[in-house]
């Protein structure tokens, strides 16, 4: 198992509804990528945090922001929910912009 | 736009025999190809890797091949056994750590 966790595991919203997802890290890492995986799909890159600035951007509308912080942990914030961002979010960090990323277990998200 | 192409669907081997998967990327660009492996819900597994100027990686049961000239790439998985059954991604990278994820290859190994 890697070292990066991810927090809550499970989490439920309705329509609307804003949400944010947290990410440690493996020790070490300096880098965090976020991804959106949807049911039967293969991971989505949504985008990666660098030394605390974006590094790179999917096709994610701006309503699926982040931030990293000094200790390299990352937050992905998602506003106005809507019933298909349901999915597994996961996070993977990595030593260096652009080398092996290692996953986190994700985060399950229930739009309803 | 980036896109990379996974085949098969899904697989199904006896324990002992070979499991092939195959995956062709569109952007020439691209220069790293990592394999996950990812069991029902749990996280994805990075088990092999192959930069852009290795044409060949082997790791015990696990290898991959590069062609950069058709642009694809493919694991092979020799002496399957029951606990390889998962869903396998392939994905390319052109830079900034941007993995395009192919579509999942489930593969099933039959005792």
């Known amino acids: 198992e890697t070292g990066v966790t991810q927090s809550p595991t499970h989490l439920i919203k309705t329509r609307g509804q804003q949400v944010t997802l947290r990410c440690s890290s493996q020790s070490g890492h300096n880098t965090v990528s976020w991804y959106q995986q949807a049911l039967g799909q293969g991971p989505q890159f949504i985008f990666q945090y660098y030394r605390e600035e974006e590094n790179g951007r999917g096709n994610f509308p701006p309503r699926f922001s982040g931030l990293q912080f000094p200790n390299y942990s990352s937050e992905l914030n998602v506003n106005a929910l809507e019933l298909d961002d349901s999915a597994l979010y996961l996070c993977?960090?990595?030593?260096?912009?652009?080398?092996?990323?290692?996953f986190g277990p994700g985060t399950r998200l229930l739009v309803l | 736009g980036e896109n990379v192409e996974q085949h098969p669907s899904t697989l199904s081997v006896q324990e002992g025999d070979s499991a092939v998967i195959k995956c062709t990327y569109s952007d020439s660009a691209s220069n790293y190809f990592p394999w996950y492996k990812q069991e029902l819900g749990k996280r994805p597994q990075l088990i092999i890797d192959i930069r852009s100027n290795v044409g060949e990686k082997k790791d015990q049961r696990i290898a991959v091949t590069l062609n950069k000239t058709a642009k694809h790439f493919s694991l092979h998985i020799t002496e399957t056994q029951p606990e390889d059954s998962a869903v396998y991604f392939c994905?390319?990278?052109?830079?900034?750590?941007?993995?395009?994820f192919g579509q999942g290859t489930t593969l099933q190994v039959k005792p």
């Open positions: 993977a960090s990595s030593s260096i912009a652009g080398e092996t990323q290692y």
């Open positions: 994905a390319a990278s052109i830079k900034l750590g941007k993995l395009i």
